[in-house]
């Protein structure tokens, strides 16, 4: 069984660019999570997709946004990127959210630098 | 908001030795609890899981975790660690809020020596 997969592996770009970062979930997931893994930051919650709709979102500012595609795949943008932002973004997926069990799988991240 | 505390950032252990590695939680409602690796040069991978039931749960690669609700801790042991056990380790809480987002420690570094 495939694992979720992200492309690019690496993405630089310059301050004040957009950098859109793609995911695809393990068949049979429609939950996708967005997760940011900075340099002394740790692991941070950016979004949580389900269904093709936003339906929860951490404490990062606005220029961070995606979307779910119909085949539960799943987009991350951010604009206007700032030097802060260089970090490894991770994907994961989990099933259809079902009482309490929730368990997500990780893909291999994306790396962003930002010059 | 909930938090995880990990208190150990780095550990150093000779191959064969017992290994425990200590995670703290602030939430006081029902958690999904998980302890994830990093092993060098590969991404997350789920080590094991609670949700309910028995306390002492049991992962891959012989590592285990034990729940303690009254000391809000899930710590993880293994009785003999080998040098391929070298890693990162993530501790991670999912508050049954409906919110499902997990929230991580902030790891625990690993380093087995032969």
């Known amino acids: 069984e495939a694992g979720v997969t992200q492309s690019p592996t690496h993405l630089i770009k310059t301050r004040g660019q957009q950098a859109t970062l793609r995911c695809s979930p393990i068949s049979g997931h429609t939950s996708v999570y967005w997760y940011q893994q900075a340099l002394g930051l740790g692991l941070q919650f950016l979004l949580w997709y389900d269904e093709g709709e936003e339906r929860n979102r951490g404490n990062f500012p606005p220029r961070f946004s995606g979307r779910q595609f119909p085949n539960y795949s799943s987009e991350l943008n951010v604009n206007a990127l700032e030097l802060e932002d260089s970090a490894l973004y991770l994907c994961?997926?989990?099933?259809?959210?079902?009482?309490?069990?929730?368990?997500?799988?990780f893909g291999p991240g994306t790396r962003l630098t930002v010059l | 908001a909930q938090s995880v505390s990990q208190h150990n950032h780095h550990v150093i252990l000779s191959e064969a030795a017992s290994l425990e590695l200590g995670c703290n939680y602030s939430?006081?409602?029902?958690?999904?609890l998980f302890w994830y690796v990093q092993y060098p040069g590969q991404h997350l991978q789920l080590l094991l899981k609670?949700?309910?039931?028995?306390?002492l749960v049991k992962g891959i690669k012989g590592f285990e975790a034990e729940f303690i609700k009254s000391k809000f801790s899930f710590n993880l042991r293994k009785p003999s660690v080998q040098w391929s056990d070298t890693a990162e380790y993530f501790c991670?809480?999912?508050?049954?809020?409906?919110?499902?987002?997990?929230?991580f420690g902030s790891g625990t570094r690993l380093q087995v020596q032969p």
């Open positions: 994961a997926s989990s099933l259809a959210p079902s009482g309490r069990a929730n368990t997500q799988y």
């Open positions: 991670a809480v999912n508050a049954y809020t409906g919110r499902r987002a997990l929230t």
């Open positions: 609670y949700f309910s039931g028995d306390p």
């Open positions: 939430y006081g409602g029902t958690v999904n």
